[in-house]
């Protein structure tokens, strides 16, 4: 069975119960994060992941938020008794040049066994294939070079799609396309470039097919109940507000 865990759920301003969004994949073949927010080994601990499990690390674009924890794991991971086969760090050209920039920061790439690999910008790119599992990755519209990511589960045939941070677009509703649930960023108030609304996140639901929406990637001051209301008008389906340490089975 497939584990998939909001380790965050928040966008860049977040809140006392809510850190900015990463997600942990736990599986049989080891454990995988999608974004790298702030302290992964206590976020792992907590999910009841061990450091030596991580096999790899997919960043869905460079923006602050999403890849900041990245010198925090590969310290950690330096720290434990970590698996020889090294840490797969997947994402698209320019968002592991800027990886490899922090992380030049500090003295840990000559140390550590990374495996830097490109995700190909284009949709539906296979990232991952094990006998469990399977990432898929597929641009969006950002205002960095960005992929959503769909996580299937091979035996249960389930499917969660993970938007990142888009405005609305063709894209985003292929990868979503009949998936189980929808983690999709509601970070705009009002149509804004790069991100989306509530509704227009509702309105990609509705068109994708999806089972469940789970509103993730806003700040915790906003108005819940008016976000869960504006996107109950374009998706008939359940919709929930996103919360730090939900788990989905796959
Ligand atoms: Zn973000
Ligand atoms: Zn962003």
Sequence with gaps: MIRVTLLGSAATLSGPDSDSIYLLIQSED??????????????????????????GVLLT????DHIYGLPMLVQSLLLSNWSEAGL?????????????????????????????RSLAPQPDYLALETA??????????????SVGVRIEGVRSGRVLAYSSDTEPCDGLRQLA?????LLHEAAAIRPTAGHSTPGQ????????GVGRLVLVHFE??????????EAAKEFGGPVELGRDWMTFEL
């Design 30 to 55: 080891g454990c995988y994060l999608i974004d790298c927010g702030g302290s992964p080994p206590h976020k792992l601990a907590r999910a009841g992941a061990e450091l030596r499990q991580v096999r």
């Design 61 to 64: 674009h460079d923006h602050t």
């Design 88 to 116: 797969i760090v997947w994402g698209l050209r320019e968002t592991l040049a800027t990886a490899k920039a922090l992380l030049d920061l500090f003295p840990l790439v000559d140390r550590a066994p990374l495996d830097l």
């Design 132 to 145: 469990e599992l399977r990432i898929r990755t597929t641009p969006v519209d950002h205002t960095r070079p």
């Design 177 to 181: 396309a009949g998936a189980d649930v």
């Design 201 to 208: 996140a509702g309105a990609t639901a509705a068109a994708a």
């Design 220 to 229: 915790p001051a906003e108005d819940g109940a008016s976000m869960l209301t």
